[in-house]
């Protein structure tokens, strides 16, 4: 089983400033299997990024993902108050099971 | 746009099965080969995949559940069903039903989620 593990636990920014949220395999991805989702309370989590980098449909610019191997970056831009949410990162690469990190709580500062 | 909507018992007691289906509009379960799956969340926690089903009826089970977990689907229905037996107050969640485009894709439609209490 791959462990994804997200740093850090909670982060605390303002609006306008920049998030940059890790995601570390306990094993070596393909990044074409790597996503990353957004939960806001009460809601379905929604899918931001596959194959590391590629946005899904309708997400904005200001989110980004990079990274390759074990290593995965999620960065926000120009945070907007929407933004401040849970992120989870997971793997579709090597299953069963399908495996998700623990998230990343996004907070107001 | 593709819908899906959980529905099933909100309360299941010890030892007993929960089932649960999930129904989609905006796509068809037997043209196109998507996979649709399953994913929990225990209260104030992250997230669980638990088993994944193709329109041609291939099942992904999670070697966690793989006991205790089958799925079904209801081409005709546009429907996939969800039983866990056994079942534990470990196993109170927000169940979700989720779709992905192949067995190596993202979840990238979801359900609104249904919350399944397990207790006596």
Not at chain 1, 9 to 28: D, F, I, N, Q, W
Not at chain 1, 100 to 109: A, D, R, V
Not at chain 2, 27 to 54: C, F, H, M, T
Request: hydrophobic letters at 30%.
């Amino acid at each position: 089983e791959v462990v994804l593990t997200q740093s850090p636990g909670t982060l605390s920014l303002s609006p306008g400033e920049r998030a940059t949220l890790s995601c570390r395999a306990s094993r070596s991805i393909s990044s074409s299997y790597l996503a990353w989702y957004q939960q806001k309370p009460g809601q379905a989590p929604r899918l931001l990024i596959y194959a590391a980098s590629t946005r899904a449909t309708g997400i904005p610019d200001r989110f980004s993902g990079s990274g390759s191997g074990t290593d995965f970056i999620l960065t926000i831009n120009r945070l907007e108050p929407e933004d401040f949410a849970v992120y989870y990162c997971q793997q579709y690469s090597t299953f069963p099971p399908k495996t998700f990190g623990q998230g990343t709580k996004l907070e107001i500062k | 746009q593709v819908q899906l909507q959980e529905s099933g018992p909100g309360l299941v007691k010890p030892s007993e099965t929960l089932s649960l289906t999930c129904t989609f509009s905006g796509d068809s379960i037997s043209v196109n080969n998507y996979y649709w799956g399953w994913i929990r969340q225990p209260p104030g926690k992250g997230l669980e995949w638990i088993a994944s089903i193709s329109d041609g009826g291939t099942t992904i089970y999670n070697p966690s559940f793989k006991s205790r977990v089958s799925m079904s689907a209801d081409t005709s229905n546009n429907q996939f069903s969800l039983h866990l037996n056994s079942v534990t107050v470990a196993d109170t969640a927000v169940y979700y039903c989720a779709r992905h485009r192949s067995s190596r894709s993202p979840f990238d439609y979801w359900g609104q989620g249904t919350l399944v209490t397990v207790s006596s």
